[in-house]
Structure formats: C-alpha cells, structure tokens
C-alpha cells in the first residue's frame, strides 16, 4: 500500500504560481511511476504531468509545457507540481496518484494509488 497526500493548493491570479506537494509513505516506491492529474468541475480526470521515481525522467502534457515543471526528492519521500503563469483554465482539483512499474502513461486506469486532491482556483 501507498499512501499519497497533497498539499499545496489555493487561490492564485492569473499569471501567478503555486506548487503542489504530495508525500508518498508505505511500500517502497522507487519502482513506481508518480502521475498529477486534475479535474475540473463536469470534466473528466486529465494527466497533467508524471514522474518516474527512479530515475527522474518527466512527462508533460502539452497544455502546460513551458509552465509547470514535475520533480520529486527522493530523501522527503515527496513529488512537486511547480505551476508558473496559471490561467483560469487550470482551475481544477489536483490529485497526486502512483502506478506499478517505471512505464509512463496518461490513462487514469493504470494507476492504483491516489491522494485526496487539492483545489486549485485561478482568478482572472
């Protein structure tokens, strides 16, 4: 078991920054995959951004590239979302999650443990 537990949302405006933490405690995970995922309200879940553990090698998807950043610290157990010039359309909950295996991916499904999200708000 892995449990996942986020920190780090709020109210921002449009063009500021926020950073989200997620603390990973439990089994073992450098074998893991580590996935940010956001969902905004009547909206499916969307990945984000992603991580594998072991190796630091990063994922965005391409309506935050240039704008967020993924990384991790290995001795604080913990995965950052760094969020530069938000806009209103990030508004969203944002949920940390962890997936078996290095492989990155994007489905929503493949990945087995999540944390309770944090709320995100961008002001325009």
């Known amino acids: 078991q892995v449990q996942l537990v986020e920190s780090g949302g709020g109210l921002v405006q449009a063009g500021g920054s926020l950073r989200l933490s997620c603390a990973a405690s439990?089994?073992?995970?450098?074998?893991?995959?580590m996935g940010w995922f956001r969902q905004a309200p009547g909206k499916e879940r969307e990945f984000v951004a992603g991580?594998?553990?072991?190796?630091?090698?990063?994922y965005l998807t391409d309506s935050v590239k240039g704008r967020f950043t993924i990384s991790r610290d290995n001795a604080k157990d913990t995965v950052y979302l760094q969020m530069n010039s938000l806009k209103p359309e990030d508004t969203a909950v944002y949920y940390c999650a962890a997936k078996l295996g290095g492989a990155a991916s994007t489905n929503v499904n493949q990945y087995s443990y999540w944390g309770q999200g944090t709320q995100v708000t961008v002001s325009s």
């Open positions: 439990g089994r073992t995970h450098s074998s893991y995959y």
């Open positions: 991580i594998r553990w072991n190796d630091g090698s990063t």
